[in-house]
């Protein structure tokens, strides 16, 4: 008797320690954002304009552990099989460091290439991307050829560069070639910059038909009030000393940051879900409005904030304000108009809600019809 009462007694101590116990054991708990565990001379190399002749490419990115443990990284997954990796395997102590190799084959004809490598570290709570990038001739061509686009004599392959997601708060960088395309050095100063964009050249000077690299940095945290969705970043130039009315544009889209939620807050989250996505308006005639709803529900354990709501068809407004906030379990009616002046065939509007949800920070609708003109 006295045996099985204990056995009770033992029973009752495991199950109320069992939940303790299973937390200190979670290592995602652990899980720290990239910039508190480990810092890379750089993640981006561009090797500019090459010739296939050259053969392979080859990389070295160095990191070091910034962090107060080891780290080791699991794996590194290229994009395509033209990227090889290698890395170091051993585990890095604290302010040691340690490599990420990659070499390209540079055989596949002549092309723009950017590739990725997929980093898998331990103690880090995503991915840490690195890519390499770069334009394989076939024959050495001229800068006035490869830089078509110019400000001034200041040539650019584009004057609008594509810096895809950056997340609330935060700031991304990337870099560009740049040209002097005239026959006497050029000084570029950037001017009249959006606020969050900050642009530096080395060298600032630059030779006769020699080139410079702008690094580009976009903050998404400078602004006053947060800005959300699509948003173009401009600057002007001054080349010696004269500027010019033409921009450079960097485009981004700009969606919520989740880096600094535990593991609870993410699993706690907002979360949001709709029984119809989409909607069909049948066949109406060009020039009529028409009128589309939806029903959005806040399945989470946390508020719903719908910060933004962008549309990639001219003619949809959204007839609410944004932000949009649902409680827990309730759910929200969003309506919209739309013009189809302008318009003909079958068409597919896509509207994307950015949100705080963890799980589905960006959340596609869909408006389908006809208009006969």
């Known amino acids: 008797m006295i045996g099985k009462y204990l056995s009770y007694i033992v029973a009752a101590a495991v199950m109320v320690l069992a939940p303790s116990v299973a937390k200190a054991q979670d290592p995602a708990d652990d899980y720290l954002p990239e910039e508190k565990v480990i810092v890379f001379d750089d993640k981006i190399h561009d090797f500019g304009d090459v010739l296939l002749s050259e053969g392979s490419l080859k990389w070295t990115f160095n990191f070091k552990n910034i962090s107060d443990s080891p780290i080791v990284i699991h794996n590194v997954i290229s994009s395509c099989g033209c990227t090889t990796p290698e890395w ?9 460091s340690g490599f990420v190799k990659v070499t390209f084959t540079n055989d596949q004809g002549p092309y ?29 061509r001229k800068p006035v050829d490869i830089f078509s686009e110019r400000i001034g004599r200041l040539g650019f392959r584009s004057r609008k560069v594509e810096f895809g997601y950056v997340e609330q708060g935060s700031s991304k960088s990337d870099r560009i070639t ?32 020699g080139s410079s690299t702008m690094r580009i940095t ?4 400078a602004q ?50 709709t029984e119809v996505s989409y909607v069909d308006f049948g066949t109406v005639a060009a020039g009529k409005t ?84």
């Not at 170091?88 to 302010?95: D, F, H, I, Q, R």
């Not at 976009?218 to 945290?221: L, P, Y």
């Open 178 to 209: 740049v040209a002097n395309l005239g026959p006497q050095p050029i000084t570029v100063v950037p001017v009249e910059s959006s606020c969050g964009l900050k642009i530096t050249l080395d060298p600032e000077t630059i030779p006769p038909q």
């Open 290 to 373: 028409v009128d589309a709803a939806y029903v959005i529900k806040n399945s989470g354990n946390s508020p719903l904030v719908i910060h933004k709501i962008e549309c990639d068809r001219a003619g949809m407004q959204f007839t609410g304000k944004c932000p949009v906030k649902v409680a827990p379990g309730a759910e929200a009616k969003l309506k919209f108009k739309f013009d189809t002046s302008n318009l003909s065939g079958q068409n597919v509007a896509v509207l994307t809600l950015i949100t705080n949800s963890p799980e589905k920070p960006l959340f596609n609708l869909f408006l389908t019809g006809t208009v006969n003109k």
């Open 224 to 273: 006053k009030e947060p800005l959300w969705g699509r948003q173009n970043f401009v600057t002007k130039f001054s080349i010696n000393g004269q500027t010019f009315p033409l921009k450079l544009v960097v485009a981004t889209f700009i969606k919520d940051n989740f880096n600094n939620l535990s593991k609870s807050e993410i699993e706690n989250g907002s979360s949001i879900t």
């Open 218 to 221: 976009v903050d998404a945290g």
């Open 88 to 96: 170091t395997k051993a585990p890095v102590k604290p302010g040691e």
């Open 112 to 140: 723009p290439f950017d590739k990725t490598l997929t980093c898998y570290v331990s103690g880090v709570n995503r991915p840490v991307i690195l890519r390499i990038r770069g334009y394989s001739h076939d024959k050495m």
